[in-house]
């Protein structure tokens, strides 16, 4: 694992700070509250991960960053300081052009229909250098197979030419990483980068963002609903649920010693983690329901652990260490000390023997 | 290169299928449509004289191979009823380009107009562009055309004193004919590019496009409106190449010696030989146009190749 250690990384400049973010949707009269009051601080040069199931508010979180909320999306309070702006106030498509593309660059899930098709590969892929990069013409057209070359597309020169049909699956997510990085942005969201490639493409396109992530200089955020694929990749990684992260902590800490029930559950549900022959662990229950104000622990109705304090008061972070947080009551010093599941106390002893960490 | 090449074979077979059927059924016909007024006043011997005159009488074959032989010298025979004993090209002639300019001058400005319009009903989607646009759209294809053109010649010569009639020599006779063509034409535009464009701009592609830092205009430019014109542009050769139709309403109305209604009028007067003539005119263009338009829309689209027409779609 060539990752930096938790204390470079944390130790390293905030390039992103999120505070209490609060994003609201209105759906047929209806308001909807997708994130609720989320904060995060992403340092430069880190890979972090953020993990939950459908509908925790992984994709909107990230797309606020961007000023990409859907139009009947606003973010309601909080804020977003990146480079000293707070991007939480930015309103007009001229101030978002300074951001998107230039500093922070996305990729998104499906690669089948992120390309035009009727444009040839290279020249999307130009249009980003030449929005970005100040180059025109047969300069940008080098950078563009430069680019192409990078992302691990053989013969670009040949392939620069081509449509997005005369792809594969594996190969257009290539191309959208490579318009991406031709942005030159600081920092790189994955939204699911490799939901819908075939697990061996997956590991593939993971590896490779491991090397642009160094030769790029770039601080990515993988979001997924996997923890398995990003167990290799990730230094930091973020638990959401219902539109709060309630666990962060370094990869291993979130692996080998998490807190949260809801990790707990998340991890057990893990098919890496399954024992042969038993049936695989899936969370009780559904998430809630966001048009409603939640009180409390919004897990707390799902939790078999729950104590009478969780459907009360949301619970505050507890430290569990400089680099490790989660919200959760079992936390607090007057709890009742509850067992985690037996997966996660096997997990915890194998974290203590500090054995190899699952490939 | 091949796409086209075997695009342009079949068209042509399609073609000879149709000339031939359309004669074989020509053959079927009442005798009446080759006499004329006189029909009544022949005998059976004078009938059959005249019949074996036109060679009408020959084995289908030999007339099957006459008719080739004439229609490849752009020989389409005399008018019988119509005009008698005028050649049908020299009818045809004239009447073809009267259509084709009004269709053609129609066409221009609804192509410009129409898409314009439907442009801005996408990009304004939801919002008073589009709302009025949709008005229109929805007008337009409700209120039967006659209603709208008879009031546009009844206020419009009023208002602007423009002329009834279609003068050969006056160019504002022009004026309203060409409005009243356009009417519909004008929303059948703005819908369909509309439609492609709310289409295309609900794609993955354009997110990805905005996420890398394009501007909503430099989207709808480079991206959308490209796009969305490639589904259009299979239908742009057909329409163009029916105008020479001409509008059955708008000729009448405003007296332009067009071919609109040509054929009824042929037909009702049992003129076999205009029939024949229109009939094939008309369905050559229509098999001249699916073609060219498949052709356009393969230079567009890089994803069709032979076998899979349309998958794109
Ligand atoms: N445009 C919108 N209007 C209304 N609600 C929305 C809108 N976009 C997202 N939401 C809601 O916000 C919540 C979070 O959605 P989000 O797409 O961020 O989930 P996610 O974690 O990315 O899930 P997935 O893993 O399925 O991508 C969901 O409940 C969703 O229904
Ligand atoms: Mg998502």
Redesign the interface.
Same mark, same amino acid.
């Given at each position: 694992m060539a990752q930096k250690t938790i204390e470079e990384i944390i130790n390293s400049e905030v390039i992103l700070s999120v505070e209490d973010l609060v994003i609201k949707f209105n759906l047929r009269g209806k308001e909807l509250t997708a994130i609720r009051g989320a904060s995060l601080d992403l340092h430069k040069g880190e890979s972090l991960a953020i993990v939950g199931e459908s509908g925790s508010g992984k994709s909107v979180f990230n797309k606020s960053f @961007?000023g #990409?909320l859907d139009a009947n999306g606003r973010i309601e309070s909080g804020s977003i300081i990146y480079k000293g702006q707070d991007l939480s106030k930015y309103k007009t /498509?001229d101030e978002w +052009?300074k951001i998107?593309? &230039?500093e922070i660059? @996305?990729v998104?899930q499906?690669p089948m229909? =992120?390309?035009?098709?009727? &444009?040839t590969v290279g020249k999307q892929v130009q /249009? =980003?250098i030449e #929005?970005?990069q100040n180059l025109k013409g047969e300069e940008a057209k080098k950078l563009a197979i430069e680019i192409l070359n990078d992302v691990g597309i053989t013969e670009p020169e040949r392939r620069y030419k081509q449509?997005p049909?005369e792809f594969s699956g594996g190969m257009r997510q290539r191309v959208?990483i490579a +318009?991406?990085v031709a942005?030159n942005p600081n920092i790189l969201i994955c939204d699911e980068p490799t939901t819908a490639l075939d697990v061996t493409i997956q590991a593939q396109i993971l590896q490779l963002l491991k090397n642009l992530q160094d030769k790029y200089d770039l601080t990515i955020i993988y979001i997924t609903h996997d923890l398995g694929v990003v167990a290799n990749v990730a230094d930091r990684i973020a638990v959401m649920y219902a539109g709060d992260i309630i666990e962060l902590g370094s990869s291993e800490e979130v692996f080998f010693d998490p807190k949260h029930p809801y990790t707990w559950a998340l991890l057990s549900s893990l098919p890496q983690l399954g024992i042969k022959g038993e049936a695989l662990y899936s969370i009780k229950g559904t998430p809630p329901n966001l048009f409603k104000e939640i009180k409390g622990d919004a897990f707390a109705p799902r939790n078999p652990h729950a104590l009478k304090i969780d459907f009360v008061e949301r619970p505050p972070y507890f430290e569990v260490s400089p680099t490790h947080k989660a919200r959760t009551w079992l936390l607090d010093s007057r709890s009742p000390k509850v067992e985690p599941p037996l997966l996660i106390k096997k997990m915890q002893e194998m974290g203590a023997k500090r054995g190899d960490i699952i490939d | 290169m091949k796409y086209v090449l075997i695009r342009l074979l079949r068209s042509v077979l399609t073609l000879v299928i149709v000339v031939t059927v359309v004669f074989l059924l020509m053959r079927m016909m009442p005798i009446e449509g080759y006499f004329g007024a006189s029909f009544d006043k022949l005998d059976e011997a004078q009938k059959t004289a005249k019949l074996e005159n036109l060679g009408l009488l020959d084995p289908w074959y030999i007339q099957l191979k006459n008719f080739y032989n004439d229609l490849i010298k752009g020989d389409f025979g005399e008018s019988i009823t119509y005009r008698p004993k005028v050649a049908i090209t020299k009818i045809l002639g004239e009447k073809l380009i009267t259509s084709l300019r009004f269709g053609m001058a129609s066409l221009g400005i609804s192509l410009v107009v129409g898409l314009s319009l439907g442009v801005l009903m996408a990009r304004y989607k939801g919002k008073f562009w589009d709302k009025l646009g949709t008005c229109y759209v929805v007008g337009a294809n409700a209120v039967p055309v006659v209603i709208y053109y008879l009031l546009i010649q009844v206020f419009f010569t009023q208002i602007f004193n423009l002329p009834l009639l279609y003068d050969k020599t006056d160019p504002k006779s022009w004026i309203l004919p060409v409005f009243c063509l356009s009417l519909v034409n004008i929303a059948y535009y703005a819908m369909w590019i509309r439609r492609y464009m709310v289409d295309e701009l609900n794609k993955d592609y354009v997110r990805l496009a905005r996420a890398k830092g394009l501007k909503n205009k430099e989207i709808m430019i480079r991206h959308v409106m490209r796009n969305a014109f490639v589904p259009m542009a299979q239908y742009l050769p057909a329409s163009i190449l029916y105008t020479v139709s001409g509008s059955i309403y708008v000729e009448s109305l405003f007296s332009i010696p067009g071919t609109g209604g040509l054929l009824v009028t042929a037909i009702q007067r049992q003129d076999n030989t205009l029939v024949q003539a229109l009939v094939l005119l008309y369905s050559s263009i229509g098999i001249i146009g699916l073609m060219l338009g498949d052709i356009l829309m393969a230079t567009f689209d890089p994803r069709i190749k032979l076998g899979n027409e349309g998958g794109s779609r």
């Open positions: @961007m #990409l /498509e +052009i998107r593309g &230039k660059a @996305m998104f499906d229909t =992120s390309l035009n098709p009727l &444009k /249009e =980003s #929005l970005h449509y049909h959208v +318009i991406a942005c | -």
